[in-house]
């Protein structure tokens, strides 16, 4: 019975002592995601606050800036002339040619409108 008794007993401290061990261990890990969590927030203000801050200005500046809205216009005027002359000088043509093998007479092989133009 004594034996059973601080056996027992025991086992009861020894359970106890685990149990302090993972609260234990559990706080700690509360400590450390906690300063994780801190370390980041800090980090976020006086790092990368400023920096975004920093870039978002610059870019409402130029935002801002009438040269730029200038160059903008120029940028789009060249590549819309170059698309426009790209599209006459090589789309249109291919374009004809695809459009007169679809409207062809087969007997003919001559667009359907001239030949009843001739008429």
Partial sequence: M???SLYLENRERHQKVVNYKKIAHNKLNILLVSGGL?????WFKETAS???RDKFNEYKEK???PETHKNIREWLSEKYDAASEFTKEEIMPELKKVYEAATA???TKEPKEEKENEE
Avoid: E, K, R
């Fill in 105 to 107: 007479d087969v007997t």
């Fill in 2 to 4: 004594i034996f059973n």
């Fill in 63 to 65: 935002l801002q800036d």
């Fill in 50 to 52: 400023p920096a975004i």
């Fill in 38 to 42: 801190n370390n980041a927030a800090g």
